[in-house]
């Protein structure tokens, strides 16, 4: 692939958090690169902050299945399906907690797959990797790193020195700040101690040799990347752990001790990649968003791929302020680039992989490969877009043109493909959400003034038009006959 030689040129930089600096990427194996993503605990449906996160991995999973093939890169992210907040639901509902666990997993999935995110590689469930847990709590007591006390397993945070190292915490400093109920603190020797097993809830646990009971939410994502990530011949080191930065202290730091504990390794990933917040509710919010902040009801309004742009628009490492404008922006640049791809798809039908890369895409790759920068991806992605504009309303015909065309499309459009738009037909793209009753009645209109325009019958073609507006829809006269979109 094109890209993989130029990957040698531009490599990959990411920022490391563990690291504080931006470094290049270098995979332990690059026939198997492997990363791993915090997932949620299904028993609500996802906050847009959640999609934030989600998406940023997906363009970096993205990224990194275009320089090292799309086989060789392993994406885990897990399931929490086992939590307080579920077996509670459970109880209230009067049903199993997989009842619930399911229908919110499944929302998810759904949900991230509209905004375009490719299914992960792995997506463990915490509940199948109890015996996994349970061998690696054993490994910590056995070693030391961990205690029992009162029906609970804490990890002892002073038996590791390099606690804090992630998020610049120091031990002193450390007061609790876990997802832990009540009167722990009495139980543990440390302030900063976190539970890795409970005892059971409601009857809701599982048969442990410290006792029965449910684990802590932080050795979850510790023995699931493990399970599915590293075979323990090569190491347990992964090479890249995501996720947002909220969940940066006490999640990924407890996660980083556990796991360089349980596996005797001096990291648990090589690189952490942190997104910022998204930024809810500031005054440039308008009404009409409202409380809207599910990505499940978002969808109602907005298409996938328009949410998913919106998402794009800052720097990850940026807090990105969200806001109906935002939205509206992103439809309208879409809706642009949209326009522009049917346009090119009327000169060029078929796509030449082969064509050597032009400066364009260079340059979009480019940014990508420094540290995902989307904004200027974007703007230089818009900035094609106004040329190749001017190139299809000057003489299509003279070879430099077409030349423009057949770059654009063959390589530029690869190059937005790893950002995970642009990903429909066009046709389909102006359709919008209408409903396929909606649909037949459109295709109806848009044929009667084909026939009436063929027929030279003008006050039909134009009562037909009339009609399309008033639907809100707009006939666009062409070469193949008229073809209706969304206005
Ligand atoms: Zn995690």
Partial sequence: ???????QDNPLTLYNSLTRTKEQFIPQDPSRVTMYNCGPTVYSYAHIGNARAAVVADVLFRVLRHIYGEDHVEYSRNLTDIDDKIIKAAIEQGVDISVITEKYAKIYQDDLKALNCLAPTHE????????????????????GNAYESDGHVFFDVSTYEAYGKLSGNTLDALRGGDRVGEGEVARK??????????????????????????PGWHIECSAMAKATLTDGIKGDVIDIHCGGVDLKFPHHENEIAQSCCANEEELFAKYWVHNEFLNMGSEKMSKSLGNVTLVHDLLKEWDGEV???????????SELNWSEDLLIESKAQLDGWYDLKRKSMAYVREIEIDMPMGSFAKNIWKSIQADLNMPTTLYQFSEIGKALRNALLADIDTTENLNNVRIYLTNTMLKINILGLLQKDPKDWFKGN????????????ALR???????????????ARDEAKALGIVLEDGPDGTTWRKA
């Fill in 307 to 317: 949410i998913r742009l919106a998402l794009l628009k800052a720097h990850y490492r």
């Fill in 1 to 7: 692939m094109t890209d993989q030689v130029h990957a």
């Fill in 449 to 463: 003034r084909q026939e009436a325009r063929a027929a030279k019958d003008w006050p039909a073609a134009d009562a």
């Fill in 189 to 214: 020797r440390n302030a900063a101690d976190f539970v890795l097993w409970k005892p059971e809830l409601h009857g809701v646990g599982w048969d442990a040799p410290f006792g029965r009971g449910r």
């Fill in 434 to 445: 209408s409903s396929s009753d909606e649909q037949s009645d459109f295709d109806a209109i």
């Fill in 124 to 143: 463990p469930k915490a509940t199948v990797h109890i015996p996994d847990m349970i061998t690696m709590i054993s490994g910590l007591i056995d070693k």
